[in-house]
């Protein structure tokens, strides 16, 4: 057996205990409110979110702009502002800020 290998499952087993099935209530305005389950890193993306903006410079992530498309789908209204950064290599880069309101439905035994 390769021990990278085997280091590598037991990292994925530790991570999708972490970020495993979860539910969240959405409320929308003029929406009625609706429950999602999420799990992996589109929870995690949820969860960034709502403890505040975030920008993909400040708190790097694979597929930033994916998880927040997949949310957008599911209905959870996401603003983007774009911000302009200096540098070599100068531009614009998305900040996202969470407008659904959100809360983590709890689990029965929390």
Request: glycine share 8%; charged share 25%.
């Amino acid at each position: 057996m390769d021990p990278a290998n085997n280091r590598d499952t037991k990292m994925s087993k530790i991570s999708s205990k972490r970020w495993g099935l979860r539910k969240f209530q959405i409320n929308n305005e003029n929406v009625e409110p609706f429950e999602l389950s999420l799990k992996g890193r589109v929870r995690w993306a949820l969860e960034t979110l709502m403890r505040g903006s975030v920008t993909p410079t400040e708190n790097p992530a694979p597929r930033w702009s994916a998880y927040i498309f997949d949310l957008r789908l599911m209905g959870v209204d996401i603003q983007t502002d774009y911000v302009f950064h200096g540098g070599e290599f100068a531009g614009t880069h998305g900040e996202y800020t969470l407008v659904s309101q959100v809360t983590k439905i709890k689990k029965e035994h929390e």
